[in-house]
């Protein structure tokens, strides 16, 4: 099948970004585009009696660079419980490459187990910019994706000392230079301030209002600072922010004033699941999903994913260091630290949601009352925090829950009841997410988020990255083993076969700065840093 | 002649991985490295390298010797590929492709530091990089190494005298304690100094967590010494405990439980303080041959390929199957002087092909041996500091063949082969 022209003929088409919501009609591609028309003889696809809709794209997940490549390292049992040969490609001349899966699988495998997902872009959610290099040369071995990668920020050094500084001017020109410098796409906030702190010898923040070194520099100001610079700088994606006291019970008070805190600018809040937690701390645990949903809900310029929790094995790998350790001091489970030189953290510990421990339980119902209470698809979009709640194959699980009343609620029946009771997902929460809605949370929402104009919709001129469902009503199974996959005009899914494994593209911006931080930033490295200026930037930097 | 100089180069004669140097070139050869250490010196010499292509000890052209590679490796039935030191990253992932098609064995030096990374699959690891140990240790204990010896810029540039956040005063901010094991002495420049026997390292070291976790006391000599040293790490505010994780340069073997006791000594003492492990690794890119068989296969060394996709030997890697007679053709690629001496006094046992910087002198004698330049000075690309910081590499001088051409040439014949 030729990358040139390709009629995918007679499917009910899904695309809400065109508002297209199951109309029968013909995608036709030409040149990696999606295009308006193609002569009869074009090659066709026969997709009748199939759902089509645009490639996944996948807003958050953990899949290259230095701290997933310490958790591969720490699961040498899931690799080899999961042996992942070879897939038999259509090119001779190709060189398709074995490997192995688990929770973080090796990073050719990682690209097909994406695409054979229908999943045709990823964003790499927290890369060092120091190990920005290593995340690229991952991105490089990891086939078919598209993929950017997030930034850290927001507990370096040179921010920090911007801050207290009150130079804003300077640390949006900073920002502007260190994600060019770092080859990212987006600014990643996790945990601002506290794993400087962690790092400094305390424990962690508590709250928004904690010093971080001096009392100039507190999350708030980090937070505020970081979300400016990203909107003045016309980013595609706003700041994306892993919030303060992850983990904790009570945390949704937190997360609520981070909100409050930003209001008025955009910004995204990652694996909100994770940050809705009422209870208190070290005595009490309950949902409070509903009061931070709500709050989402009423404010346009806020957006999140959901970070949903899935029973079975995972592995929690985040530069929220402080949260690892105490996952290890009371899990006891083997536990990777790794304090990265004058800009973040990693904490790795492996981890299982059981479905009769009551806070997984808790944490499960959780997610899918932010699913369900979220009244706008477009901002509240689908994640596993990939391996944190869960591995990126539990997806189709996952939107059979969304999208089967029934069988949700015989899930719901079997988990660990302690906690849930009472919860809003206990009372009963009628919605089930139509297709379209699956459509938005899975591609066309992230894609808008994101900023992707040519992804996560049909329409003309934009990459021709398509998934072919058959319209299955068992919708895990669906949404598991999409028949075709096509990728930039690509047939990589054939018959629900890999058999092509194109190279993807890189996903990064190059936003404009002052040149004058970079003389700044030169005597700051020769002071501080314990590698060269020079060599600090992971790809070329425009002159 | 004209002179011109390279700046901010990275030096690989050790896991330090200082990219400070400035490499004066004068014509075709290397004048001054300046900013490196003796032993950096020496790496870079004066860069000149043998240009050989040869099979059966003949000269030939790259195309017959690559013909030749292809042809031994096509016929063999229990492949090894073997990354040794001094090539970079982007020539190791074209080394794991050509083990991945070849369903070989894949081993590299890493192996060297097998005890290490198993005990850190046990238990996990407490880690910084070099740059936050700088930033931020108040205590530095060298356990059984002094760094001057095999890591001559280690305390200077990263560990001991530098500034940092927390050290305003460099070495006058830090307190320096050397562990001597036997033999294996610590930093020469401490402040204070415990000595222990071998037989009592390991003892030593639980004994010490015990201390740290609130259970133990006790009055023999080992019991004080190490009570006194764990009271002090308790008492830190961040330490770092650095050891030496290449084999004993003394030929003491360590004992089996030794890295992880290390580790969980390490893992303690985050809690009452911060403590981040140092495991010193030697040059030539060694820590980016785990860094890439890890992310390609999901297993840091010893990866067997022969059942059609990766599974992890640690104990039957390249010394224990060449030792066995299994192998039958070995691909080397890097340099044979970083290849541990069990494993190239086996490969002269073997059919051998090499790849790499020097490898037509291989004391082993390859069937075929194309000469590549070495990896930070003839070639650019990136390796890994022994911190898994990676740096990019600015080569001074051009060299013969560029060994990630030459591999990935490799491989798109044994592709065409098996098509
Ligand atoms: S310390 Fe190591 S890396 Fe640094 S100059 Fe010396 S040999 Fe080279
Ligand atoms: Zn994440």
């Given at each position: 099948?030729?990358?040139?022209?390709?009629?995918?003929?007679?499917?009910?088409?899904?695309?809400?970004?065109?508002?297209?919501?199951?109309?029968?009609?013909?995608?036709?591609?030409?040149?990696?585009?999606?295009?308006?028309?193609?002569?009869?003889?074009?090659?066709?696809?026969?997709?009748?009696?199939?759902?089509?809709?645009?490639?996944?794209?996948?807003?958050?997940?953990?899949?290259?660079?230095?701290?997933?490549?310490?958790?591969?390292?720490?699961?040498?049992?899931?690799?080899?419980?999961?042996?992942?040969?070879?897939?038999?490609?259509?090119?001779?001349?190709?060189?398709?490459?074995?490997?192995?899966?688990?929770?973080?699988?090796?990073?050719?495998?990682?690209?097909?187990?994406?695409?054979?997902?229908?999943?045709?872009?990823?964003?790499?959610?927290?890369?060092?910019?120091?190990?920005?290099?290593?995340?690229?040369?991952?991105?490089?071995?990891?086939?078919?994706?598209?993929?950017?990668?997030?930034?850290?920020?927001?507990?370096?050094?040179?921010?920090?000392?911007?801050?207290?500084?009150?130079?804003?001017?300077?640390?949006?020109?900073?920002?502007?230079?260190?994600?060019?410098?770092?080859?990212?796409?987006?600014?990643?906030?996790?945990?601002?301030?506290?794993?400087?702190?962690?790092?400094?010898?305390?424990?962690?923040?508590?709250?928004?209002?904690?010093?971080?070194?001096?009392?100039?520099?507190?999350?708030?100001?980090?937070?505020?600072?970081?979300?400016?610079?990203?909107?003045?700088?016309?980013?595609?994606?706003?700041?994306?922010?892993?919030?303060?006291?992850?983990?904790?019970?009570?945390?949704?008070?937190?997360?609520?004033?981070?909100?409050?805190?930003?209001?008025?600018?955009?910004?995204?809040?990652?694996?909100?699941?994770?940050?809705?937690?009422?209870?208190?701390?070290?005595?009490?645990?309950?949902?409070?999903?509903?009061?931070?949903?709500?709050?989402?809900?009423?404010?346009?310029?806020?957006?999140?994913?959901?970070?949903?929790?899935?029973?079975?094995?995972?592995?929690?790998?985040?530069?929220?260091?402080?949260?690892?350790?105490?996952?290890?001091?009371?899990?006891?489970?083997?536990?990777?630290?790794?304090?990265?030189?004058?800009?973040?953290?990693?904490?790795?510990?492996?981890?299982?949601?059981?479905?009769?421990?009551?806070?997984?339980?808790?944490?499960?119902?959780?997610?899918?009352?932010?699913?369900?209470?979220?009244?706008?698809?477009?901002?509240?979009?689908?994640?596993?925090?990939?391996?944190?709640?869960?591995?990126?194959?539990?997806?189709?699980?996952?939107?059979?829950?969304?999208?089967?009343?029934?069988?949700?609620?015989?899930?719901?029946?079997q988990v660990n009841q302690k906690l849930v009771a009472g919860s809003a997902l206990a009372d009963g929460l009628a919605r089930e997410y139509t297709l379209s809605e699956i459509a938005i949370v899975t591609r066309a929402g992230p894609a808008r988020l994101l900023g992707l104009s040519d992804k996560g919709h049909l329409?003309?001129?934009?990459?021709?990255?398509?998934?072919?469902?058959?319209?299955?009503?068992?919708?895990?199974?669906?949404?598991?083993?999409?028949?075709?996959?096509?990728?930039?005009?690509?047939?990589?899914?054939?018959?629900?076969?890999?058999?092509?494994?194109?190279?993807?593209?890189?996903?990064?911006?190059?936003?404009?700065?002052?040149?004058?931080?970079?003389?700044?930033?030169?005597?700051?490295?020769?002071?501080?840093?314990?590698?060269?200026?020079?060599?600090?930037?992971?790809?070329?930097?425009?002159? | 002649?004209?002179?011109?100089?390279?700046?901010?180069?990275?030096?690989?004669?050790?896991?330090?991985?200082?990219?400070?140097?400035?490499?004066?070139?004068?014509?075709?050869?290397?004048?001054?490295?300046?900013?490196?250490?003796p032993l950096g010196r020496a790496w870079f010499a004066d860069g000149s390298v043998p240009r050989e292509t040869r099979s059966s000890g003949k000269t030939v052209a790259p195309d017959v010797a690559l013909a030749d590679a292809a042809k031994l490796l096509g016929r063999a039935e229990r492949p090894l590929v073997y990354?040794?030191?001094?090539?970079?990253?982007?020539?190791?992932?074209?080394?794991?492709?050509?083990?991945?098609?070849?369903?070989?064995?894949?081993?590299?030096?890493?192996?060297?530091?097998?005890?290490?990374?198993?005990?850190?699959?046990?238990?996990?690891?407490?880690?910084?990089?070099?740059?936050?140990?700088?930033?931020?240790?108040?205590?530095?204990?060298?356990?059984?190494?002094?760094?001057?010896?095999?890591?001559?810029?280690?305390?200077?540039?990263?560990?001991?005298?530098?500034?940092?956040?927390?050290?305003?005063?460099?070495?006058?901010?830090?307190?320096?304690?050397?562990?001597?094991?036997?033999?294996?002495?610590?930093?020469?420049?401490?402040?204070?100094?415990?000595?222990?026997?071998?037989?009592?390292?390991?003892?030593?070291?639980?004994?010490?967590?015990?201390?740290?976790?609130?259970?133990?006391?006790?009055?023999?000599?080992?019991?004080?010494?190490?009570?006194?040293?764990?009271?002090?790490?308790?008492?830190?505010?961040?330490?770092?405990?650095?050891?030496?994780?290449?084999?004993?340069?003394?030929?003491?073997?360590?004992?089996?439980?030794?890295?992880?006791?290390?580790?969980?000594?390490?893992?303690?003492?985050?809690?009452?303080?911060?403590?981040?492990?140092?495991?010193?690794?030697?040059?030539?890119?060694?820590?980016?041959?785990?860094?890439?068989?890890?992310?390609?296969?999901?297993?840091?060394?010893?990866?067997?390929?022969?059942?059609?996709?990766?599974?992890?030997?640690?104990?039957?890697?390249?010394?224990?199957?060449?030792?066995?007679?299994?192998?039958?053709?070995?691909?080397?690629?890097?340099?044979?002087?970083?290849?541990?001496?069990?494993?190239?006094?086996?490969?002269?046992?073997?059919?051998?092909?090499?790849?790499?910087?020097?490898?037509?002198?291989?004391?082993?004698?390859?069937?075929?041996?194309?000469?590549?330049?070495?990896?930070?000075?003839?070639?650019?690309?990136?390796?890994?500091?022994?911190?898994?910081?990676?740096?990019?590499?600015?080569?001074?001088?051009?060299?013969?063949?560029?060994?990630?051409?030459?591999?990935?040439?490799?491989?798109?014949?044994?592709?065409?082969?098996?098509?």
């Open positions: 099948m030729s990358k040139a022209r390709l009629r995918i003929a007679g499917g009910a088409v899904y695309d809400p970004a065109n508002g297209t919501e199951g109309a029968v009609r013909d995608v036709c591609i030409e040149d990696g585009r999606i295009v308006a028309e193609l002569p009869r003889e074009a090659p066709k696809l026969d997709a009748r009696g199939m759902v089509v809709m645009p490639g996944g794209v996948d807003i958050h997940s953990h899949i290259a660079g230095s701290s997933v490549n310490h958790g591969r390292r720490l699961l040498p049992e899931e690799h080899a419980a999961d042996p992942a040969p070879a897939p038999r490609l259509a090119d001779p001349d190709a060189t398709p490459r074995s490997g192995t899966g688990g929770t973080i699988p090796s990073s050719f495998t990682t690209g097909y187990r994406y695409a054979g997902l229908g999943y045709t872009t990823a964003m790499e959610a927290a890369v060092a910019p120091l190990a920005a290099r290593h995340a690229h040369c991952e991105l490089d071995d990891t086939p078919i994706i598209d993929a950017g990668l997030f930034a850290l920020l927001g507990n370096d050094d040179y921010l920090l000392r911007q801050i207290a500084a009150g130079e804003a001017a300077r640390a949006r020109d900073y920002a502007a230079w260190v994600l060019s410098a770092a080859g990212g796409y987006a600014i990643k906030i996790v945990n601002p301030g506290g794993v400087e702190r962690w790092k400094a010898g305390g424990r962690n923040v508590t709250g928004l209002d904690d010093a971080v070194g001096t009392d100039a520099v507190t999350p708030r100001r980090i937070l505020e600072t970081l979300a400016d610079a990203a909107n003045a700088l016309e980013l595609p994606h706003p700041v994306h922010i892993h919030c303060n006291n992850l983990g904790q019970a009570g945390n949704a008070a937190t997360t609520l004033e981070t909100m409050r805190a930003l209001a008025g600018r955009r910004a995204h809040f990652t694996h909100l699941q994770f940050h809705s937690y009422g209870g208190e701390r070290g005595k009490s645990w309950k949902s409070a999903a509903k009061e931070v949903i709500e709050h989402v809900n009423a404010h346009p310029e806020v957006s999140a994913d959901v970070g949903q929790v899935m029973f079975g094995p995972a592995t929690t790998l985040t530069a929220d260091a402080p949260v690892e350790y105490l996952l290890h001091a009371s899990s006891g489970k083997r536990w990777v630290n790794v304090d990265i030189e004058l800009e973040t953290g990693c904490g790795i510990v492996p981890y299982s949601y059981k479905e009769q421990a009551a806070v997984a339980a808790l944490q499960w119902a959780i997610g899918l009352e932010l699913f369900l209470l979220a009244q706008d698809p477009w901002r509240v979009v689908l994640s596993t925090d990939h391996p944190n709640g869960g591995s990126f194959l539990s997806y189709p699980e996952l939107i059979r829950l969304l999208m089967d009343r029934g069988y949700r609620d015989e899930r719901l029946k329409g003309v001129g934009a990459d021709a990255d398509v998934t072919i469902y058959a319209n299955d009503p068992d919708r895990a199974k669906m949404f598991a083993t999409p028949r075709h996959v096509i990728k930039g005009g690509v047939v990589v899914v054939e018959e629900g076969q890999l058999r092509r494994a194109p190279t993807g593209r890189r996903l990064r911006v190059q936003p404009g700065y002052d040149r004058a931080v970079t003389r700044d930033l030169k005597r700051w490295f020769d002071g501080h840093a314990c590698v060269a200026f020079e060599n600090y930037p992971a790809v070329e930097l425009g002159a | 002649m004209t002179r011109r100089t390279v700046e901010h180069a990275t030096c690989l004669g050790c896991g330090c991985a200082c990219d400070d140097i400035a490499v004066v070139v004068d014509g075709d050869r290397i004048a001054e490295a300046r900013n490196s250490c990354l040794a030191p001094d090539i970079s990253c982007e020539t190791q992932r074209a080394a794991v492709a050509v083990a991945d098609r070849l369903g070989a064995l894949l081993d590299s030096p890493t192996a060297e530091v097998a005890a290490g990374i198993l005990a850190s699959q046990r238990r996990g690891r407490a880690g910084a990089t070099l740059g936050e140990i700088r930033q931020r240790a108040d205590l530095v204990v060298f356990w059984g190494v002094d760094p001057a010896d095999r890591y001559p810029r280690y305390a200077s540039r990263y560990a001991v005298d530098p500034t940092g956040l927390q050290a305003p005063d460099g070495r006058h901010s830090r307190r320096v304690v050397a562990v001597d094991v036997g033999p294996s002495r610590g930093a020469a420049d401490a402040d204070e100094r415990v000595a222990i026997t071998p037989e009592d390292e390991v003892d030593a070291l639980a004994f010490m967590r015990a201390v740290v976790l609130g259970r133990v006391t006790g009055d023999g000599t080992v019991a004080r010494a190490a009570t006194g040293l764990a009271t002090q790490m308790m008492r830190a505010r961040y330490v770092a405990l650095v050891h030496d994780a290449e084999p004993s340069p003394h030929g003491l073997l360590h004992h089996p439980d030794r890295a992880e006791a290390l580790i969980a000594l390490a893992q303690a003492l985050n809690g009452p303080a911060r403590c981040a492990l140092s495991s010193l690794r030697a040059g030539g890119n060694r820590s980016g041959a785990d860094a890439v068989a890890t992310w390609q296969t999901g297993f840091p060394f010893a990866v067997d390929f022969a059942p059609g996709y990766p599974c992890y030997r640690p104990h039957a890697g390249a010394a224990v199957l060449l030792g066995r007679g299994e192998i039958d053709v070995a691909l080397l690629v890097g340099s044979p002087a970083g290849v541990p001496p069990a494993v190239a006094a086996a490969l002269g046992q073997v059919t051998t092909i090499a790849i790499g910087p020097r490898v037509s002198a291989a004391p082993f004698r390859p069937k075929v041996a194309i000469d590549t330049g070495v990896a930070g000075i003839h070639e650019g690309g990136i390796a890994f500091r022994m911190d898994d910081v990676p740096l990019p590499l600015r080569p001074a001088l051009s060299g013969p063949s560029v060994a990630a051409d030459v591999v990935r040439a490799l491989a798109a014949r044994l592709t065409k082969g098996q098509s």
